[in-house]
């Protein structure tokens, strides 16, 4: 598997070390955290917020700043041959990498375009020095890459708040995929867009992975769109992947107590459900976490061992994961 | 006086562009419907963003007045509310639940004072001791106890728990109405349904009717039992909700349901939780 | 709290010395207290001796000893400063949260006011007032008006606060649990606002002592009460640099320098801990 696999984590612990104005405090956001992504693949990463998936992606994006610490754990990048470990790279391998093999999509595409400059010019900025060529040449490139994306050509020449929000958000697709990279990382892309647009702008993420072929990391709380787009999807609870699987099998057959609850509660159009018991007590604090397996305080399905020990994640099927001691079988 | 809320061609326009130019933003068009008193019910709103919604149910909290029609609430025009006591008197029965529960409440601030002030000023609570009882009493309405959230600032919580002190405090006043506007848009989506189907329990025990306000169609379907669905400032379809949404007729609601991600991917639906 | 401020001694450099800087004028001011003269007596040592063991700071003209001339100046001037600061912080909030918070008409003609107000030419205004009250003259009407002057800028900045704390929700949520808007503005606003009056009120405290200064350098005040620009007019009728008594103009100027100094590295430095994403980028790993 490591041999087509385009990013490898293992054993990634990060934390936040907080030292100022006399409080001290150690944020666990990310434990122990492995799993890997084939070529063309879309994975799916859910979990509720302070699940610990932002820190994830910042670590996996190289966004490594202090107070953020990366403790141990390799994160490896396979770009057809050129490997780069990304715990350990310097402004200028990040330099190298960034947009030509590695891009981002983020839940506010305003972030990425300049708020006072014309599309096109974003385009040029970002994009320009790994394609090359003349200015005119370059951005007849981009305007086949807009028209194959199904989007107008005269949104080159629009600012930014001239577009609608899903408008915008496109334009950061397109933008992110302009160089054609190895790989995707998308956070929460179409969380703020209503509900046609979001359809219509995760047709579009699934179109144009699938023309380009790139490996994709799509983190959302909702699971519905996880359902409709990714291939494999892994489930993240304070700072740990709990389940991982794919996306098909877990939705017919969830193991880990946190999965299947998840599940359960998605609404449904055409059933209506009895009065949902929810989970006691809330996500706990990544700056204080249970011992053990971090979900024992609300697991149903606890036991003695779980408090003490943290369940490792095992495989029980062919490619389902799951890390917990009643459903998976002993550490 | 058998209505409780009659909203009759209610219209709210802006004016928008500089000097050069000025644009008429129609942001609610001739909208009209209304909630008996005798009957609570949950009263939904569907709409994306643009809607007019939003809007729409500032206008009912009076918090905006209505460019033309008018809005009726107990029979009176709430436009016409003014003066400290009428407003109190408003107040006290009709509660909004806001979009965000992080910025419901004051991130400096502990949230008990809220539930205590609104005790004090709408539940007729004479002193400390007594405002701490109603507060405790609605918590436990919304599943929650005084002791989890005395002393505690709004960082502190979930936005699921924050959003049931919201509610909790919304019950304090016994409000006839309440006005939620996109209440669980902003909390996770495993916390959703638990808050979704708490309302139709007020609505059940407590007799509060609830305009629920919101852009997922799936929760709606769960617990209304009326439904309007806007665009553009107008009205495209309403009646019962079940019916409409099994069986949309207007190409927008037919549009609005296509959209809808069913995590269904052809399988049977898993088995519940143990 | 106290851990805090320990912390922000050990790491901000800033805060340290603008604390140090501080101490040392507050010290003077009050050894003021103990002074052996009486402050507005003259010819009680030999005049024009400089600074020596006896008299670290020398004497002055007038027969003055400068130090303890000095620390009675330095009282006055922070006194005055701090008083004109206090006053002016209650009109630019009162006004300038009402502003925010009521809009419409209240707000268009508050800030009408306020703009005159900031447009007012200050220093002939000062001077103009000095010349109407003469003999009537006193620090505490001097420190009203200048209060009365000094508001209308901060408030423009406090208004803006308040105008973005109103359209927040928890200023709703507030409405609808019953509270009256002055419960409102005090209960849920004023945390928000206070960071802001806080280091503008260092600034203030800069601007009146330098505009008393400036009166009292040019004769504009009561020169009966020794202030540090009391002293310097002083000075300056005896033609102390011509003459050569280098340390009576030295020492005044020295202190107030050191006195906005520390202020305004107060300022600064506060302002930073208040910023969280100042506070971030100091956080050691």
């Given at each position: 598997?490591?041999?087509?696999?385009?990013?490898?984590?293992?054993?990634?612990?990060?934390?936040?070390v907080?030292?100022?104005f006399?409080?001290n405090?150690?944020?666990?956001?990310?434990?122990?955290?492995?799993?890997?992504?084939?070529?063309?693949?879309?994975?799916?990463?859910?979990?509720?917020?302070s699940?610990?998936?932002?820190?994830?992606?910042?670590?996996?994006?190289?966004?490594?700043?202090?107070?953020?610490r990366i403790?141990?754990g390799t994160?490896?990048?396979?770009?057809?041959?050129?490997?780069?470990?990304?715990?350990?790279?310097?402004?200028n391998?990040?330099?190298a990498?960034?947009?030509?093999?590695?891009?981002y999509?983020?839940?506010?595409?305003?972030?990425?375009?300049?708020?006072?400059?014309?599309?096109?010019?974003?385009?040029?900025?970002?994009?320009?020095r790994?394609?090359?060529g003349?200015?005119?040449?370059?951005?007849?490139?981009?305007?086949?890459?807009?028209?194959?994306?199904?989007?107008?050509?005269?949104?080159?020449?629009?600012?930014?708040?001239?577009?609608s929000?899903?408008?915008r958000?496109?334009?950061?697709?397109?933008?992110?995929?302009?160089?054609?990279p190895d790989?995707?990382?998308?956070?929460?892309?179409?969380?703020?867009?209503?509900?046609?647009?979001q359809?219509?702008?995760?047709?579009?993420?699934?179109?144009?992975?699938?023309?380009?072929?790139?490996?994709?990391?799509?983190?959302?709380?909702?699971?519905?769109?996880?359902?409709?787009?990714?291939?494999?999807?892994?489930?993240?609870y304070?700072?740990?992947?709990?389940?991982?699987?794919?996306t098909a099998?877990?939705?017919?057959n969830?193991?880990?107590p946190?999965?299947?609850?998840?599940?359960?509660?998605l609404?449904?159009?055409?059933?209506?459900?009895?009065?949902?018991?929810?989970?006691?007590?809330?996500?706990?604090?990544?700056?204080?976490?249970?011992?053990?397996?971090?979900?024992?305080?609300?697991?149903?399905?606890?036991?003695p061992?779980?408090?003490?020990?943290?369940?490792?994640?095992?495989?029980?099927?062919?490619?389902?994961?799951?890390?917990?001691?009643?459903v998976?079988?002993?550490? | 006086?058998?209505?409780?809320?009659?909203?009759?061609?209610?219209?709210?326009?802006?004016?928008?562009?500089?000097?050069?130019?000025?644009?008429?933003?129609?942001?609610?068009?001739?909208?009209?419907?209304?909630i008996?008193?005798g009957?609570?019910?949950?009263?939904?709103?569907?709409?994306?963003s643009?809607s007019?919604?939003?809007?729409?149910?500032?206008?009912i909290?009076?918090?905006?007045?209505?460019?033309?029609g008018t809005?009726?609430?107990?029979?009176?025009?709430?436009?016409?509310?003014?003066?400290?006591?009428?407003?109190?008197?408003?107040?006290?029965?009709?509660?909004?639940?806001?979009?965000?529960?992080?910025?419901?409440?004051?991130?400096?601030k502990?949230?008990?004072?809220?539930?205590f002030?609104?005790?004090?000023?709408?539940?007729?609570?004479?002193n400390?001791?007594?405002?701490?009882?109603?507060?405790?009493?609605?918590?436990?309405?919304?599943?929650?106890?005084?002791?989890?959230?005395?002393?505690?600032?709004?960082?502190?919580?979930?936005g699921?728990q924050?959003?049931?002190?919201?509610?909790?405090?919304?019950?304090?006043?016994?409000?006839?109405?309440?006005?939620?506007?996109?209440?669980?848009?902003?909390?996770?989506?495993?916390?959703?349904?638990?808050?979704?189907?708490?309302?139709?329990?007020?609505?059940?025990?407590?007799?509060?009717?609830?305009?629920?306000?919101?852009?997922?169609?799936?929760t709606?379907?769960t617990?209304?039992?009326?439904?309007?669905?806007?665009r553009?400032?107008s009205?495209?379809?309403?009646?019962?909700?079940?019916?409409?949404?099994d069986?949309?007729?207007?190409?927008?609601?037919?549009?609005?349901k296509?959209a809808?991600?069913s995590?269904?991917?052809?399988?049977?639906?898993?088995?519940?939780?143990? | 709290?106290?851990r805090?401020?320990?912390?922000?001694?050990?790491?901000?450099?800033?805060?340290?010395?603008g604390v140090?800087?501080?101490?040392?004028?507050?010290?003077?001011?009050?050894?003021?207290?103990?002074?052996?003269?009486?402050?507005?007596?003259?010819?009680?040592?030999?005049?024009?001796?400089?600074?020596?063991?006896?008299?670290?700071?020398?004497?002055?003209?007038?027969?003055q000893?400068?130090?303890?001339?000095?620390?009675?100046?330095?009282r006055?001037?922070?006194?005055?400063g701090?008083t004109v600061?206090?006053?002016?912080?209650?009109?630019?909030?009162?006004?300038?949260?009402?502003?925010?918070?009521?809009g419409?008409?209240?707000?268009?003609?508050?800030?009408?006011v306020?703009?005159?107000?900031?447009?007012?030419?200050?220093?002939?205004?000062?001077?103009?007032?000095y010349?109407?009250?003469?003999?009537?003259?006193?620090?505490a009407?001097?420190?009203?008006?200048?209060?009365?002057?000094?508001?209308?800028?901060?408030?423009?900045?406090i208004?803006?606060?308040?105008?973005?704390?109103?359209?927040?929700?928890?200023?709703?949520?507030?409405?609808?649990?019953?509270?009256?808007?002055?419960?409102?503005?005090?209960?849920?606003?004023?945390?928000?606002?206070?960071?802001?009056?806080?280091?503008?009120?260092?600034?203030?405290?800069?601007?009146s002592i330098?505009?008393?200064?400036?009166?009292?350098?040019?004769?504009?005040t009561d020169?009966?009460?020794p202030?540090?620009?009391?002293?310097?007019?002083?000075?300056?009728?005896?033609?102390?640099?011509?003459?050569?008594?280098?340390?009576?103009?030295?020492?005044?100027?020295?202190?107030?320098?050191?006195?906005?100094?520390?202020?305004?590295?107060l300022?600064?430095?506060?302002n930073?801990?208040?910023?969280?994403?100042?506070r971030?980028?100091?956080?050691?790993?």
């Amino acid at each position: 598997m490591t041999d087509t696999s385009v990013l490898n984590v293992r054993d990634l612990r990060a934390h936040y070390v907080l030292s100022a104005f006399g409080i001290n405090r150690s944020v666990s956001a990310v434990d122990t955290v492995s799993f890997s992504i084939g070529r063309n693949e879309i994975y799916g990463l859910a979990g509720e917020s302070s699940s610990g998936k932002t820190t994830l992606i910042r670590t996996i994006a190289g966004a490594i700043r202090p107070p953020l610490r990366i403790l141990s754990g390799t994160i490896e990048f396979d770009f057809a041959g050129k490997r780069i470990a990304m715990q350990a790279a310097t402004q200028n391998d990040l330099a190298a990498i960034r947009w030509k093999h590695l891009s981002y999509v983020m839940q506010g595409s305003m972030s990425v375009l300049n708020p006072v400059r014309r599309v096109r010019h974003s385009f040029v900025d970002f994009a320009h020095r790994h394609i090359g060529g003349t200015i005119p040449d370059f951005l007849n490139t981009v305007r086949a890459h807009i028209e194959r994306l199904d989007l107008a050509p005269r949104v080159l020449n629009s600012y930014p708040h001239e577009l609608s929000g899903g408008m915008r958000q496109r334009v950061a697709i397109a933008l992110a995929t302009i160089c054609r990279p190895d790989f995707i990382i998308a956070d929460e892309p179409t969380t703020a867009l209503d509900v046609v647009v979001q359809k219509s702008v995760l047709a579009m993420i699934r179109s144009v992975q699938r023309e380009i072929g790139s490996s994709m990391l799509f983190v959302t709380h909702d699971l519905s769109v996880h359902a409709n787009l990714t291939d494999r999807l892994g489930i993240m609870y304070a700072g740990r992947i709990v389940e991982e699987a794919p996306t098909a099998e877990l939705f017919r057959n969830p193991l880990h107590p946190y999965t299947r609850h998840l599940v359960a509660s998605l609404p449904r159009i055409g059933v209506v459900p009895p009065v949902t018991t929810d989970l006691a007590g809330r996500p706990p604090s990544l700056a204080d976490p249970p011992s053990g397996c971090r979900f024992h305080p609300r697991c149903p399905l606890a036991m003695p061992i779980c408090a003490d020990q943290p369940p490792s994640l095992r495989t029980v099927a062919n490619g389902h994961r799951v890390a917990c001691f009643a459903v998976g079988g002993a550490a | 006086m058998t209505e409780l809320l009659e909203v009759a061609n209610v219209y709210r326009t802006f004016r928008g562009g500089g000097l050069l130019g000025r644009r008429v933003i129609r942001a609610v068009d001739d909208v009209s419907f209304s909630i008996d008193a005798g009957r609570p019910e949950i009263f939904t709103i569907i709409g994306e963003s643009g809607s007019g919604k939003t809007t729409l149910s500032r206008m009912i909290l009076a918090m905006v007045r209505p460019t033309a029609g008018t809005i009726r609430f107990k029979g009176n025009d709430v436009a016409a509310i003014a003066g400290r006591r009428d407003r109190l008197a408003f107040m006290q029965c009709v509660q909004p639940i806001f979009q965000n529960p992080f910025e419901a409440f004051n991130p400096l601030k502990r949230l008990d004072r809220y539930l205590f002030v609104t005790a004090e000023r709408f539940a007729g609570a004479g002193n400390r001791n007594a405002a701490e009882t109603q507060a405790d009493r609605a918590l436990h309405q919304v599943g929650l106890s005084l002791t989890e959230v005395r002393r505690r600032y709004p960082h502190e919580l979930s936005g699921g728990q924050l959003q049931r002190i919201a509610i909790a405090r919304a019950l304090i006043s016994s409000p006839m109405l309440i006005v939620a506007d996109e209440p669980v848009s902003m909390v996770d989506a495993s916390l959703r349904m638990s808050i979704v189907t708490l309302f139709r329990t007020l609505r059940d025990t407590l007799g509060v009717s609830i305009i629920y306000i919101t852009h997922d169609l799936a929760t709606a379907y769960t617990i209304s039992d009326r439904i309007i669905i806007m665009r553009h400032g107008s009205v495209v379809e309403s009646g019962d909700a079940r019916a409409v949404l099994d069986a949309p007729k207007h190409p927008y609601s037919i549009l609005l349901k296509s959209a809808i991600l069913s995590p269904d991917l052809g399988n049977p639906p898993c088995a519940q939780s143990p | 709290m106290h851990r805090t401020i320990l912390d922000l001694l050990r790491t901000n450099h800033a805060f340290t010395a603008g604390v140090v800087l501080l101490a040392i004028v507050i010290v003077i001011a009050l050894l003021s207290f103990v002074s052996p003269y009486p402050p507005n007596d003259a010819y009680v040592v030999p005049p024009d001796v400089p600074p020596c063991w006896a008299y670290p700071l020398g004497t002055n003209s007038r027969g003055q000893d400068v130090f303890w001339q000095l620390s009675v100046g330095i009282r006055n001037t922070l006194a005055f400063g701090i008083t004109v600061a206090a006053i002016s912080r209650c009109l630019a909030l009162a006004i300038g949260m009402t502003a925010g918070y009521a809009g419409g008409m209240i707000d268009r003609v508050l800030m009408s006011v306020n703009d005159t107000f900031i447009v007012i030419p200050l220093f002939p205004i000062l001077v103009l007032f000095y010349f109407v009250m003469r003999d009537r003259m006193s620090w505490a009407l001097l420190a009203l008006v200048m209060a009365c002057l000094g508001w209308a800028y901060d408030a423009r900045l406090i208004r803006s606060v308040a105008l973005s704390l109103r359209t927040r929700e928890f200023t709703e949520t507030a409405i609808f649990s019953g509270m009256t808007m002055p419960q409102v503005l005090l209960r849920e606003h004023l945390p928000f606002v206070l960071p802001i009056v806080f280091s503008t009120t260092m600034n203030n405290i800069n601007w009146s002592i330098g505009m008393e200064v400036t009166l009292s350098v040019l004769g504009f005040t009561d020169i009966n009460t020794p202030t540090i620009g009391v002293m310097l007019y002083w000075a300056n009728q005896h033609t102390a640099m011509v003459a050569g008594i280098w340390w009576w103009i030295a020492a005044p100027v020295a202190l107030v320098v050191i006195t906005f100094l520390g202020l305004f590295l107060l300022a600064v430095s506060m302002n930073e801990f208040i910023d969280p994403r100042s506070r971030l980028n100091r956080v050691r790993g």
